[in-house]
T-cell receptor
Framework: DAGVIQSPRHEVTEMGQEVTLRCKPISGHDYLFWYRQTMMRGLELLIYFNNNVPIDDSGMPEDRFSAKMPNASFSTLKIQPSEPRDSAVYFC?????????????FGPGTRLTVT | AQSVTQLGSHVSVSEGALVLLRCNYSSSVPPYLFWYVQYPNQGLQLLLKYTSAATLVKGINGFEAEFKKSETSFHLTKPSAHMSDAAEYFC????????????FGKGTKLSVKP
């Protein structure tokens, strides 16, 4: 299996620009998670989906952040407009707890730098 | 609410020494518990998990963890540290026990001295 795929791996953008991060979960997984990791705040859950439906978005920091999952094999996290404090590593993870296996499989992350 | 506490944000050991990373959880129901490892510039990778089948769980790379209900602990150990074990380690609990999100601890960075 190819694992969770994220793109781009690195993104550098200027404040005010729109940023779109992409994720392809492992085939057959029905849960998808977006996390943000910073030195100051550690690993934070932003939002997660089950069967393409958002279940909990309480971790999304503000309205500038939005996430979609149009189908079982693709999800996006968009920041518009971006700000320097959004600089972080963003991880996507997927799981298939319907089989009784709760572990999440993480992608390699997208390192976002907003200048 | 369920939570995870990792004692010690940084742990340093000498190569060949015992590794002990501490994790305590709070849960009103029997939990599923996990340890993940993150190497520099990589995503998190599952080390091992506890799902009530056995209290001593063996994982990859020689790590193991013991579930102690009386102490609400799930500490991670390895008898002999290797330089390649230097990474950040995260303990996590599954709130619902069978599906949904995981609650992660703040992580413990392990350094291994030659």
């Amino acid at each position: 299996d190819a694992g969770v795929i994220q793109s781009p791996r690195h993104e550098v953008t200027e404040m005010g620009q729109e940023v779109t991060l992409r994720c392809k979960p492992i085939s057959g997984h029905d849960y998808l998670f977006w996390y943000r990791q910073t030195m100051m705040r550690g690993l934070e859950l932003l939002i997660y989906f089950n069967n393409n439906v958002p279940i909990d978005d309480s971790g999304m920091p503000e309205d500038r952040f939005s996430a979609k999952m149009p189908n079982a094999s693709f999800s996006t996290l968009k920041i518009q407009p971006s700000e320097p404090r959004d600089s972080a590593v963003y991880f996507c993870a997927s799981s298939r707890p319907s089989t009784g296996r709760d572990e999440q499989y993480f992608g390699p992350g997208t390192r976002l730098t907003v200048t | 609410a369920q939570s995870v506490t990792q004692l010690g944000s940084h742990v340093s050991v000498s190569e060949g020494a015992l590794v002990l990373l501490r994790c305590n959880y709070s849960s009103s129901v029997p939990p599923y518990l996990f340890w993940y490892v993150q190497y520099p510039n990589q995503g998190l990778q599952l080390l091992l998990k506890y799902t009530s089948a056995a209290t001593l769980v063996k994982g990859i790379n020689g790590f193991e963890a013991e579930f102690k209900k009386s102490e609400t602990s799930f500490h991670l150990t390895k008898p002999s540290a290797h330089m390649s074990d230097a990474a950040e380690y995260f303990c996590a609990v599954s709130p619902s026990g069978s599906q949904g999100n995981l609650i992660f601890g703040k992580g413990t960075k392990l350094s291994v001295k030659p």
